[in-house]
Each structure stands twice: as structure tokens, then as C-alpha cells.
């Protein structure tokens, strides 16, 4: 029956007034009960602040500790670093700091195959040749101590621990660096300027640079980094010399940087990694934030008559309103407290947890920002999520303390509704995008949320329409009662098909990523792709090379030459004119025209490209156009497709190469995209064969030999006939990227954890807060004289529906944005694993089914009064 | 109230009669001034139902003078309660006005209906309706609180506790006191504003006859005491017959308008 009274009366305006103090009052007192009921919200909101609490708090004791260590990291307040020895004009510049008083010191990092005759064990190590001085902040710890003084002795060398590990040799022992065969002196068991990736890679030996000179291990086109490290103290003074060489630097390809800069690019890369980690404690908190709206919409129908009576009472709907929202808030601060407590406790574990992933020690301390913005952020969910169905207070009418089914009539358009929706949207959007590593990502994690949450809303809806048209009309009488619970008045289908289907989705998606990201490595790795990558092949040294392969992988091997070249010029203007030009959408990218290109000459297009524009030698069309460019008499080039972009040049454009002094024009033929993933040797200029051929170069060569032994044979064998050649083992990356990647993985799913427990709060939330329907609802049933067993099979059959339905639609949904994101996120290709996905629903539904019975023992134990009492209070 | 008047009261609380006869006598004599607390005019309801207007109250007429005791009986569906929740403003009516107190209360908008009704009403209902997670003292004060009176309520707030037998439950929560004691508490809280008005929507219809007496000696007294004009809905007709005045409900006007034994 609905009200058709009139209201076309002129209304006085005056109104009840406002009694913040009174709603207050009111709220703490029905807290005392009220609240005790949905506590259990509590702890989703909880498991949620904790989680950002403590990701924010670990974000700031890393940046912290890294800018409070910046110069240790370093070793040093500046650097200046280029994969070429530094040229006169440098020299000239360091010459004159070292008169001014400052420290210099150069070390030149190669990577070599080292030998230990004594064990026969060989492996690519990095090898760096240091001069006295370095590093002049923190402490180096060796073996035997105090070693580091005297490693530079000629002859000598000190190791990384793992080296004598990985070779099976010990200090005293000696190992075969290039052309000389040096004594270990001992260990390098700390060397503060490490950055945990460094030594995951490839362990180092450590020597003199007179040692490695005479080594003879840099010969032309060796891939070798130098760098000067500078002991400035005055800040001022270092800016000085930015200032007064940038010039300089950038035309010598010189990268000059202080420490703090660095540490400022190493908090970067954890801060992008920690914005990744917030985004999955943010889902958590969300979960915690439909729960508690689930929640309130619950307690407010059962508060229904004491809101009629206050409304009876005087108290105007601001005033009914306030003392429910006041609830809320209390709630959100009991959550986002308990929040901040477990999240600063959490924060002493996340060191534990990414430990060898992190460059630094890190210390803890509790970061007031962190934990305002997490007790802020607890309360603001709890309270924008409570506010839709806290609206339902000023619905209540006073006439229902008289007749307790009255309904007023729905209001047709309510702007406060709108509002408080469009309130939880901005919410939702801002606190995405404060917390997701960049707006878009923000903003795209938001759209998928709320399109997520639509989704699983409307297969509630659904679920409700499907079982009350097509009831099980034949079913024996418990199920029929069970299933027609999902449609009946105030039933609760909704709100737990969106707490658990949220749930499933959130995790679903995690492990489906995470799943698909290791396949992804392996794939890489994987059979019929190459595993050894040998390189620095000197032109002669190729068929000694092939020799000493196995002979059955000898035809199979590739060679890719490379001819280290320069920009000259493009279209004939010179790299210094390109650089000056004002229109920043024509000028060339500082990088791409400096850079020192290492050029191959092909006549295929390799495994790892794609042709996507122009004709290739052979006259192959791109894929996405095949325009032919006449090169006339000039050799033609396929760039790859981004540097072109970068080098604002596209097909029929010219450029000239400098080549070791030569000058070769060249024509952009076509342009190839390059999936740099792949462990292949990629580049990003290739010149049609004839043209370089007789250039300086040396070779790389790739092989697949799939005995280990009989990898290791080739490798050992390489270090005696030519120590200049360096081997890669793929399998040994694979190794230490896993390494890496699985502690990635740890800390994901350890946060993953907190919305896998904050979805099953949420569950066991909904589920206790219609206990008291359910339980109303069973002891009638007993009264009327139902069996134990026909009321247990009456729950059975409703939360085995809903667990179902709600769970699937939520994994659904998960396999959809997962085949969304590989692609277009992590470009990979995606391929459904159904075993993950079936066992979370399995998981899931076991736990909906088993929660809900459980948290309806007291309905089987207990006569069918004293619930019925309890109820009706 | 003074100590003497509260002894009154309950003296005669205890002796049925008695004092009541004068005090109804300095009602009738205040009653002369013929000032009406309540008026009704044309009020008329309907609810629509499966698409077609069900009319409850048709085009009723009625006033009530003030401080007078009226009863409202009439057999299930007749109207009564609706015509309570009209009289007091809780639900709007098809068309006709109601005067509280000279005030057109429909000229409020809802939010200012609660304020009149903070100010001006007391309800008593069937099922008590005391706010079960506050403790008894605690629902006496909401309406008081309501008004902006807190602490300096507290006291009048426990006289009347202590008044309709309950000062020793002063902490005890509405779960764990009788029907009878719960429906103490809602008396008290009713008066606790002073109102001029008090709707009392079948205040017995959920006790036993000996406890549902002494609720309704307990409230006609306190009602006398305070001046207020009682409006009683009930089933009861015992009950009906104390008030001055009694209205019979029937297809949603008034059929019957005859005098109570309050009246004599």
C-alpha cells in the first residue's frame, strides 16, 4: 500500500533543529550494542588501512634511508660515467678538480668469462678495475679484514662470496682473468655502493686498473663502462661543475650525476613498486568500504523503529540522521586505528619480506604522514561507503512506530542520493589515483573497480530475477525455502553477491597475473629458443668459435655483426643544428642522437620483429603498409620503430652514420617494431648487407645447446682459445631474475593476502548481519514444527546458490580483466588457467556455505524461544 | 512538582476516586474557557492500493477541547490509527487540515512537524517502543535532550522514573525490565517534555489486565496532573469509558460522539 497524500501545500519553513550534541550522545550510547553486531566490519577496514599504512610508511623509510645514505650508495658525491674512455677534454676537467683539492677515483667495469683452473668452472663474472680512493664514504668489509687496502697489489684479486661458491675454489686459489691468471686475496663480503640487483646478475671480481689494463680484456667495440667517481663534499661546489661542463659532458657522452640524484632515481623505482603494492592494499580497503555499506544498510532496517520513534520523539531527520552517521564514523575510527596499529606493526615486516630486492638497509620509523593519511583515509571510506544507506534514516517515517509495514512512497528524484553516490565515485577516483603509480593507471584501476562492481551487482540483480522465474517448483520444500530466500523482501543477495563476488574477483585477477607473468619468464627461456649468447667475437675468432661448438648445433648458430656507428647527420643536417631546433615536436631526442649505435647487417627480418611500415630488401611488405621508397643509388636502413620516433624520422628520410671516421648515408626503407623481451640480439638500425661489411666489427653469436655439461664445456673452452669472448648463459639469468622476480612475487601476494582475509571478513560480515533474519525466520520454522535437518538444508541451499553464483561471477569477471590487462598492460599473450580459477571458486564457496552455517548454530542448538525473543529486541 | 502534589497523586493513584474529583473539577472549570487543543476539518486519507484509492478516513470533522481525556474506539480497520497519526502529524493527509494547539501543523514541512511534536506532544504506544541499547533513564531524556535540556534534565528526568515506581532501574536496559515496567518508562517519557498533547496509541494492548490498569491509573493521573489532553485509541472499552469523552470510528468517520465516565 503506498501514501497518496497531497502535497501541494504551502510549506512553512521553519524546521526541528539541529542536535549535534544529542546525536552524538545518541551514538555513543547505541554503540554500546549496536555497533558490537557489525563490528566485524571493523576488521575489513582494518586489514585495509593496515595494508596502505604500511606500504606508505615503508615508501618513506625507504626513501629515507636511501637519501640519508645517498653518498655511501654512491661512494662518492658525484659521478661522472659513458661506455667510452673518457677523451682529453675530460681528462682536462678532472685534472683541474684534483687540483682544487677534490677526490678522484675511476673504476672500468667489463664483463669477461673468468676460469678457476683449479676446479675447470668458468662463467661470465664483471670484472672492475678500481683505482686507490674508492669509495670515499662507508665502510668496505672484507676477508680477511682490512683487504681492500691491499687488493691493488699487481697479481691480485678480491671476489664477491659467491664467486668461491659458484667456481668451488677458496681464497688462495687463483683464477684465469684475460691474459693472466691472479691470485684470490680474499672477499668482498660488504661493499656499501651495491644495489641488490648488481651482485643478483653476476658476481664481481675486484682488481687494480693497472691489473685489468694488463688483463687486455677492453679491445675494440668491448662492452666496458667507465666511470670517475668525485669527492666534492660543498653541494654548491658540485653544482658549479654541472654547470660549467654540461656542455661538455653531454658532447663526450658523458652522464654526469650526483648522489643524491641517485638515491633520488633508486626511491623512484621503489616508489613505483610500492604505488603497484598500495593499489592492492587500496582494493582491500574498498572490500572494507562495501562492506561496511552492506553493513549499515542492515543495521538501519533493523533500527528502523527506533528511528520512527525518535522521529515520533522530535527529533527532526538532520538530527536521526547525524546519530547514524556518527556510528559510522565511530566504526571507521575503531577500523582505521586498529588500522594504523597493525599497519605500523607490518611496516617492520616489509623490509623482511623484500629483502635482496631492496639496494639499502632500511630503517623503520612510524611516519606521521602515513599514519594520519591512513587513519583519514579509514574514516573517509567507512563513512562515504555508509552514507548511501545512512540516507535510508530520513526515509523512515514517524508513522511506522505505529504501523510497522508502512512504506512511504519512493522518492522519485533525490539529489542527496545523487550526491552521496557521486561523493563515493570522486572518493574512489581521487584516492585511486593518489595511490596508483600515475593518473591514468589511477583512473583506469577506478573505471575497472566500478565497472567490476556494476557487473557483480547486476548478476545479483539477475540472480534474484532467474530464481524467481525459473523456481525450482518441484524441489523437496527446504530447498525451495532456501532458494526462494534470494528474492524474498530484505533479502541480503545483493550486498553478499557484492562482498563475495569483489572478493573473488580482486584474487582471481592477482593470481591470475601473477600466474601468467612467471609462464611468461619461462616462455622466454623456454625450448627452441637460444641459451647461449657469446659476444665480442673478434671477425677472425668466428670459425675458431664455431669449432668449438658441439657439432650438431654448429649449422644452427646465428651471427649478427655489429659495426659501432654515430649519428652524422639526418637529412644532412648535423646532430648540433637538429639539437637547436625551437619546435620541440621536430627535435630529435637528446638520447637517440648522441647515443653510440651498435649497428648489424642482415638480409632477414629476426625472430624478435615485426616489419610494420615500408618494403624490406626482398621487397616484403610492413604490415601496416607496404610504401615503397626509392633509395636511389644510397644504401637503404630499416629503423626500429620507436628510436625513429624518437629521431622524429620516418621512411624516405636519409641518414648518415658515422663509422669509425667513414661517413655512410643511408635511407629509412622501413621501420620494424622489436619485442625487446625477447633474448635475442636486437637492433635498432639494420643496413642491407653490402655496405658494412668491410667496417671494423666484431660479432655476436647466438646458440641453443640444450646438455648443461655440455654448455659448460663450450664455456671453459672459450676462456682458454679466447679470453676476449664473453658467454651468457641464459639459464643462469633466468636464475637470478627469478630470484629476483620471486621476491616481487612475495610481497604481491602477501598483499594480495590482505584482500583474500578482507573479503572473507566481509563474507562473515554479511552473513552475521542477517543472522538475526535468518535466525527469526528458523525458529518460526522449528516452531511450526521443521526438523533441525530440513532448517540446516534450507541454509545449505541458499548460501550453496549464492556462494555459487556470486563466487563465479566475480572469477568471471577476474578471467576478463586479466585477458584485458596481458595484453594491454603487460603485453603478453593470455591463456586462461581454468585449475587456479576453479579452485578459488571451490575455496570460496565451501567457506560462504560453512561461515553461514556456522554462524546459524545457535539456531539448531538453542529452543526456538529464547530466539525468537532475542530476535524481536 | 512539588513533593505535596506528587503525594496527592499517588494517593490517589492508591484509593481510587478521591482527590480526582477535584482535580477534574479545576479541568472542567479551565475547560469553560472553551479553548480547542485539537481541530479537524474535511480531514480525509486514502491509500492507494492495486491501483484504486482505498479511502480509510472520509471528510471527518472534530475538535478536542483542552485538557480533556478523549477516547477513540471502533472495530478493526475503521480508521483509528490512522486518524492518531494524522492528529499527531506523522502522516499527511489526502486533503483537510488539523489544528494543534491553533497551530495548522500541515503547514509544516516534516522536519518542522518533529519540532512541534519536541515541543508540544507526548505519545504512549502498544509495543513501548523504548530505544532497546538505552538504558532506561537514558530514553526518558531523549525528548528532553531533543529540546536542547541536557544535564540540567537529568533530575526531572529521574523524579519521573521514580514517580512511576522505577527509581531503583534507573540503569537497567529495556531487555531486562517486565512489559509493565517498560510501559512505565514510556509514561514517563512521554510526560518528561511537559506536553500539551498526549497520543496514546493502545497503551494496553500488550499487558496483562491487572498491570494494564495500573498503566492506564498511572497515566490519567499523571495526565491530570499536567494538564495535558490525552487522545487514547483503544480496543479496550473499559478503558474507553474513563475518558470525558468518547468517539466511535466506523467506515472512517465519526459514528458515534458521546460522553465518557470521565465527564461526570
Request: proline share 5%; hydrophobic share 45%; net charge negative.
Amino acid at each position: 500500500m503506498s501514501d497518496s497524500g497531497h502535497k501541494t501545500r504551502q510549506r512553512r519553513t521553519i524546521g526541528a533543529p539541529l542536535r549535534p550534541g544529542f546525536a552524538f550522545r545518541l551514538a555513543m550510547r547505541e554503540s554500546r550494542h549496536g555497533l558490537r553486531r557489525i563490528g566485524v566490519y571493523v576488521a575489513s577496514i582494518t586489514l585495509g588501512v593496515g595494508a596502505l599504512v604500511s606500504i606508505h610508511s615503508f615508501r618513506d623509510d625507504f626513501a629515507r634511508s636511501v637519501q640519508e645514505e645517498a653518498d655511501v650508495l654512491m661512494g662518492a658525491n658525484a659521478r661522472l660515467s659513458g661506455d667510452v674512455v673518457p677523451g682529453p677534454e675530460i681528462e682536462e676537467v678532472l685534472d683541474s678538480l684534483r687540483d682544487a683539492g677534490a677526490g678522484v677515483a675511476r673504476v672500468t667495469t667489463a664483463s669477461s668469462m673468468i676460469l678457476a683452473p683449479s676446479t675447470e668452472s668458468v662463467r661470465l663474472l664483471q670484472v672492475r678495475g678500481i683505482d686507490p680512493g674508492y669509495p670515499f664514504y662507508g665502510d668496505v668489509v672484507t676477508e680477511p679484514e682490512g683487504a681492500w687496502g691491499q687488493h691493488l697489489e699487481p697479481g691480485q684479486v678480491l671476489v664477491d662470496p659467491a664467486v668461491l661458491t659458484q667456481f668451488g675454489v677458496d681464497i688462495g686459489d687463483s683464477l684465469t682473468v684475460g691474459t693472466l691468471t691472479l691470485q684470490i686475496a680474499g672477499t668482498v663480503d660488504d661493499l656499501p655502493t651495491d644495489v641488490a640487483f648488481q651482485t643478483a646478475i653476476g658476481p664481481r671480481v675486484h682488481m687494480s686498473q693497472e691489473t685489468l689494463e694488463a688483463a687486455e680484456l677492453i679491445g675494440f667495440g668491448s662492452l666496458a663502462r667507465h666511470e670517475v667517481f668525485l669527492e666534492i663534499p660543498d653541494e654548491n661546489e658540485r653544482r658549479a661543475i654541472r654547470d660549467r661542463y654540461d656542455e661538455l659532458f653531454q658532447t663526450s657522452d658523458v652522464t654526469f650525476r650526483t648522489a643524491e640524484e641517485q638515491a633520488q632515481s633508486l626511491s623512484n623505482g621503489v616508489r613505483f613498486l610500492g604505488r603497484f603494492l598500495a593499489l592492492v592494499g587500496l582494493a582491500a580497503l574498498l572490500l572494507g568500504g562495501v562492506g561496511v555499506a552492506s553493513a549499515i544498510h542492515v543495521y538501519i532496517r533493523e533500527k528502523r523503529a527506533s528511528i520512527a520513534v525518535l522521529r515520533c520523539l522530535g527529533a527532526g531527520q538532520g538530527t536521526a540522521f547525524l546519530a547514524y552517521l556518527s556510528q559510522a564514523a565511530l566504526l571507521g575510527l575503531i577500523g582505521a586505528a586498529s588500522g594504523v596499529v597493525l599497519g605500523v606493526a607490518l611496516q617492520e615486516v616489509m623490509p623482511i619480506v623484500l629483502r635482496g630486492v631492496l639496494p639499502v638497509e632500511v630503517t623503520t620509523r612510524i611516519s606521521v604522514t602515513s599514519v594520519g593519511a591512513g587513519l583519514g583515509i579509514g574514516i573517509w571510506v567507512a563513512v562515504v561507503f555508509a552514507l548511501i544507506p545512512l540516507l535510508q534514516v530520513r526515509d523512515v517515517p514517524p508513522l511506522a512506530a505505529l504501523r510497522q509495514d508502512f512504506e512511504p512512497p519512493r522518492r522519485r528524484f533525490d539529489p542527496l542520493r545523487l550526491g552521496a553516490w557521486t561523493l563515493l565515485g570522486a572518493s574512489v577516483l581521487s584516492l585511486c589515483a593518489y595511490e596508483a603509480p600515475n593518473v591514468e593507471l589511477g583512473l583506469a584501476f577506478a573505471l575497472s573497480l566500478a565497472v567490476a562492481g556494476a557487473a557483480i551487482a547486476s548478476v545479483g540483480v539477475g540472480l534474484m530475477f532467474v530464481t524467481r522465474r525459473y523456481f525450482p517448483s518441484r524441489a523437496s520444500y527446504p530447498v525451495r525455502q532456501g532458494v526462494s530466500n534470494l528474492f524474498r523482501p530484505q533479502n541480503q543477495t545483493i550486498s553478499v553477491t557484492l562482498a563475495l563476488g569483489f572478493g573473488a574477483f580482486v584474487i582471481g585477477t592477482i593470481v591470475q597475473v601473477e600466474g601468467a607473468l612467471r609462464d611468461d619468464l619461462t616462455v622466454s627461456f623456454g625450448s627452441g629458443r637460444p641459451n647461449l649468447l657469446l659476444f665480442d667475437i673478434q671477425t677472425d675468432q668466428l670459425e675458431g668459435i664455431r669449432s668449438l661448438l658441439p657439432l650438431d648445433v654448429r649449422g644452427e648458430s646465428e651471427t649478427s655483426p655489429i659495426v659501432t656507428s654515430r649519428i652524422a647527420s639526418i637529412n644532412g643536417i648535423e646532430p648540433d643544428s637538429l639539437r637547436s631546433n625551437p619546435d620541440p615536436a621536430a627535435r630529435p631526442e637528446a638520447w637517440a642522437l648522441r647515443r653510440e649505435y651498435r649497428n648489424t647487417y642482415r638480409s632477414y627480418v629476426g625472430r624478435a620483429e615485426e616489419l610494420v611500415s615500408g618494403r624490406w630488401w626482398d621487397g616484403t611488405a610492413g604490415s601496416e603498409d607496404g610504401i615503397e621508397v626509392d633509395a636511389g643509388e644510397l644504401p637503404r636502413v630499416s629503423l626500429e620503430i620507436d628510436v625513429a620516433e624518437s629521431l622524429r624520422v620516418g621512411l624516405g628520410d636519409t641518414i648518415t652514420w658515422n663509422v669509425s671516421g667513414a661517413r655512410i648515408p643511408t635511407v629509412i626503407t622501413s621501420l620494424r617494431s622489436v619485442d625487446w623481451g625477447q633474448l635475442e640480439p636486437n637492433f635498432f638500425a639494420i643496413l642491407e648487407p653490402g655496405v658494412l661489411e668491410s667496417a671494423p666489427q666484431n660479432i655476436v653469436m647466438v646458440a641453443r645447446i640444450e646438455d648443461p655439461q655440455a654448455r659448460a664445456r663450450v664455456q671453459r673452452a672459450l676462456v682458454g682459445a679466447f679470453p676476449n669472448v664473453s658467454a651468457l648463459d641464459f639459464s643462469r639469468v633466468q636464475e637470478a631474475i627469478d630470484a629476483v622476480l620471486s621476491k616481487v612475487r612475495q610481497a604481491v601476494a602477501f598483499l594480495g593476502g590482505f584482500s583474500a582475509l578482507a573479503g572473507i571478513i566481509v563474507l562473515i560480515g554479511a552473513l552475521a548481519t542477517s543472522r538475526m533474519q535468518r535466525l527469526r525466520e528458523g525458529a518460526l520454522l522449528r516452531t511450526l514444527g521443521a526438523r533441525q535437518s530440513q532448517v540446516m538444508t534450507v541454509l545449505f541451499a541458499e548460501y550453496l546458490a549464492l556462494g555459487s553464483i556470486a563466487t563465479a561471477s566475480g572469477l568471471i569477471l577476474a578471467v576478463v580483466a586479466a585477458a584485458l590487462l596481458m595484453p594491454n598492460v603487460f603485453e603478453i599473450d593470455y591463456t586462461l588457467r581454468p585449475l587456479p580459477i576453479l579452485t578459488i571458486w571451490g575455496v570460496v564457496v565451501c567457506l560462504t556455505v560453512l561461515t553461514g552455517l556456522v554462524s546459524s548454530r545457535d539456531l539448531l542448538r538453542r529452543p526456538p524461544l529464547p530466539v525468537l525473543r532475542e530476535a524481536s529486541e | 512538582m512539588g513533593e505535596s502534589e506528587a503525594a496527592e497523586v499517588s494517593a490517589c493513584g492508591d484509593t481510587s476516586g478521591c482527590e480526582q474529583a477535584a482535580v477534574r473539577a479545576k479541568a472542567r472549570v479551565e475547560r469553560t474557557r472553551n479553548v480547542m487543543m485539537i481541530v479537524a476539518e474535511g480531514l480525509k486519507k486514502s491509500y492507494t492500493s492495486g491501483g484504486r484509492p482505498l479511502p480509510v478516513l472520509q471528510s471527518l470533522d472534530l475538535s478536542i477541547e483542552a485538557d480533556s481525556f478523549v477516547s477513540i474506539v471502533g472495530p478493526s480497520g475503521s480508521g483509528k490509527t490512522t486518524l492518531l497519526g494524522l492528529l499527531a502529524g506523522l502522516d499527511e493527509p489526502t486533503s483537510g487540515r488539523v489544528l494543534l494547539d491553533g497551530e495548522d501543523i500541515f503547514s509544516f514541512s516534516e522536519d518542522g512537524r518533529a519540532a512541534f511534536r519536541a515541543e508540544r506532544v507526548g505519545f504512549v504506544f502498544q509495543t513501548f517502543h523504548l530505544l532497546p541499547t538505552l538504558t532506561a533513564l537514558e530514553n526518558v531524556l531523549v525528548p528532553l535532550e531533543l529540546r536542547g535540556e541536557g544535564n540540567e534534565a537529568r533530575g526531572s528526568a529521574v523524579s519521573l522514573l521514580e514517580r512511576v515506581g522505577l527509581g531503583g532501574r534507573l540503569d537497567h536496559f529495556p531487555s531486562q525490565l517486565s512489559g509493565g515496567e517498560q510501559q512505565r518508562v514510556a509514561l514517563a517519557r512521554a510526560f518528561s517534555n511537559r506536553p500539551k498533547i498526549l497520543f496514546a496509541d493502545e497503551p494496553t494492548g500488550n499487558l496483562d489486565h491487572e498491570t494494564g490498569a495500573s498503566i492506564v491509573e498511572m497515566l490519567e493521573h499523571l495526565n491530570q496532573e499536567a494538564n495535558t489532553t490525552l487522545v487514547l485509541v483503544t480496543h479496550d472499552l473499559a478503558l474507553a469509558e474513563r475518558a470525558d469523552r468518547i468517539l466511535t470510528l466506523g467506515g472512517g468517520r465519526v459514528v458515534e460522539d458521546r460522553p465518557g465516565e470521565g465527564s461526570g
